[in-house]
């Protein structure tokens, strides 16, 4: 069981280009987390999906879009990123009780 | 204000010395109360976990929830230089099915030899 694995884990991107954070988990949850984890403001929810077909905006949705491919798999989109998305990014997954997490990716915008 | 409140330390202490590690809420319709461990450069770990007030002892590590006063606690006895970490405290409202997590900010202790 290798839980909640996530590429890339290091990225430097410049402002204004795109990139896809791809997320997978083998635990057969139906629930799926992008969070990002700054300096001072702990884990803040950015979108989830409390089921396959299903996404929902959290605390901070701006300059990002998701999509749910399959019940394994929940990707992160940066459209046109900006300095501001500089962060650890981490995905999570949840049976009823407990959040699994991802290893994160730091992402750097210049 | 946020809703979980937690005071990020540095909190630094020598082996063998019990740590309390705190988060106070302010939003009474939490029932679900956890404790992640967060080692550097890696993803959060849950510690622990319990439903409702009263104690919750594990090996070396007792967690502790007062509804009454919004608080909630975690203690190690005989800390290691391994416990060495950032503890992220969180709650939900509901005690079962799908509920979003909240977080607090994170406490980074450190356990010197």
């Known amino acids: 069981n290798a839980g909640v694995t996530q590429t890339p884990k290091f990225q430097v991107l410049k402002t204004g280009q795109s990139m896809t954070l791809q997320c997978a988990q083998d635990?057969?949850?139906?629930?799926m987390y992008w969070y990002r984890q700054d300096p001072g403001m702990g884990l803040r929810l950015i979108y989830y999906?409390?089921?396959?077909?299903?996404?929902d905006k959290g605390e901070v949705p701006n300059g990002y879009n998701v999509s749910r491919l399959n019940k394994r798999e929940f990707s992160l989109r940066l459209e046109s990123a900006a300095p501001s998305q500089t962060s650890v990014y981490f995905c999570?997954?949840?049976?009823?009780?407990?959040?699994?997490f991802g290893p994160g990716t730091r992402l750097t915008v210049l | 204000q946020k809703e979980v409140e937690q005071d990020p330390g540095p909190l630094s202490v020598p082996e063998g010395a019990i740590v309390s590690l705190n988060c106070t809420y302010s939003n009474s319709a939490f029932q679900y109360f956890m404790w992640y461990r967060q080692y550097s450069r890696k993803g959060p770990e849950l510690l622990m976990y319990t439903y409702s007030s009263g104690n919750k002892e594990d090996g070396r590590f007792t967690a502790q929830v007062d509804k009454s006063s919004k608080y909630i606690s975690l203690f190690i006895r005989d800390s290691q230089p391994s416990d060495s970490a950032t503890y992220l405290c969180?709650?939900?409202?509901?005690?079962?099915?799908?509920?979003?997590?909240?977080f607090g900010t994170g406490t980074r202790l450190l356990v010197s030899p």
């Open positions: 999906s409390a089921s396959e077909g299903t996404t």
């Open positions: 999570a997954s949840s049976d009823d009780n407990e959040q699994f």
């Open positions: 969180a709650m939900r409202k509901g005690v079962t099915g799908f509920q979003k997590l909240v």
């Open positions: 635990m057969n949850h139906n629930s």
